[in-house]
């Protein structure tokens, strides 16, 4: 029986690509160097952004992290929240279905609180827990242990092939949504136990879970 969903943040259940595209860019501006490409940029979404300014070859990957974080996070008129969200984490908490979150970003709770959001999740777990990044598994297991249940209790839904590993790693039914960062193409060469193109589609999962 699944007693809660875990969900990726970027791109499942928010989306923020144009706002974290510009931020990165201004940050290459202020130290004179060429911005990377919009193309280049959004292949690192998902990515710890200290992992994304190394693969985008920021001269000092760490200084430009902290650069993004303190002067462009994003303000929440930059993000919109996943329509589809709404209607289905009203139905989880009505179903008594715990819902949490496993994210990259490093200051996640403080945008969760600051976005209108329909419920209060059980858990979020984001890099400031001191947490290894996904692909890493240790976030969702994370997430488990403070649920107090197993990872055959659990469903991870997530936009990424970061997500789909960490999710597998982790040993919880894995969710690959097409809608966000990486496109079915993608996502099915990770095998995710399930693919879906709307977020409403979990409840059909459960009811055969």
Same mark, same amino acid.
């Given at each position: 029986? !699944?007693?809660?969903? $875990?969900?990726?943040?970027?791109?499942?259940?928010?989306?923020?690509?144009?706002? !974290?595209?510009?931020?990165?860019?201004?940050?290459?501006?202020?130290?004179?160097?060429?911005? @990377?490409?919009?193309?280049?940029?959004?292949?690192?979404?998902?990515?710890?952004?200290?992992?994304?300014?190394?693969?985008?070859?920021?001269?000092?990957?760490?200084?430009?992290?902290?650069?993004?974080?303190?002067?462009?996070? #994003?303000?929440?008129?930059?993000?919109?929240?996943?329509? #589809?969200?709404?209607?289905?984490? /009203?139905?989880?908490?009505?179903?008594?279905?715990?819902?949490?979150?496993?994210?990259? %970003? %490093?200051?996640?709770?403080?945008?969760?609180? %600051?976005? @209108?959001? @329909?419920?209060?999740? /059980?858990?979020?777990?984001? $890099?400031?827990?001191?947490?290894?990044?996904? @692909?890493?598994? #240790?976030?969702?297991?994370?997430?488990?242990?403070?649920?107090?249940?197993?990872?055959?209790?659990? $469903?991870?839904?997530?936009?990424?092939?970061? /997500? !789909?590993?960490?999710?597998?790693?982790?040993?919880?039914?894995?969710?690959?949504?097409?809608?966000?960062?990486?496109?079915? /193409?993608?996502?099915?060469?990770?095998?995710?136990?399930?693919?879906?193109?709307?977020?409403?589609?979990?409840?059909?999962?459960?009811?055969?879970?």
């Amino acid at each position: 029986m !699944i007693k809660a969903v $875990l969900f990726d943040l970027d791109g499942t259940l928010i989306f923020a690509e144009k706002a !974290i595209i510009k931020g990165i860019q201004k940050c290459f501006m202020m130290h004179n160097l060429c911005q @990377p490409e919009e193309e280049m940029i959004r292949e690192t979404i998902g990515l710890s952004m200290v992992e994304a300014f190394s693969v985008l070859q920021f001269p000092d990957p760490e200084k430009g992290a902290n650069l993004y974080r303190e002067f462009f996070l #994003e303000q929440p008129e930059d993000i919109s929240i996943n329509p #589809e969200s709404f209607e289905l984490l /009203d139905i989880l908490v009505q179903k008594n279905i715990q819902v949490g979150i496993v994210t990259n %970003r %490093r200051s996640a709770k403080r945008l969760i609180d %600051r976005l @209108p959001f @329909p419920v209060s999740f /059980d858990v979020v777990i984001d $890099l400031s827990l001191g947490i290894q990044p996904k @692909p890493s598994p #240790e976030g969702v297991w994370y997430a488990l242990a403070h649920l107090k249940i197993s990872p055959q209790e659990a $469903l991870f839904v997530g936009d990424t092939h970061y /997500d !789909i590993i960490a999710g597998k790693s982790a040993g919880v039914g894995v969710v690959g949504y097409t809608q966000g960062m990486h496109g079915e /193409d993608i996502l099915k060469e990770f095998r995710p136990d399930w693919m879906i193109d709307s977020l409403d589609e979990i409840l059909i999962i459960l009811d055969s879970a």
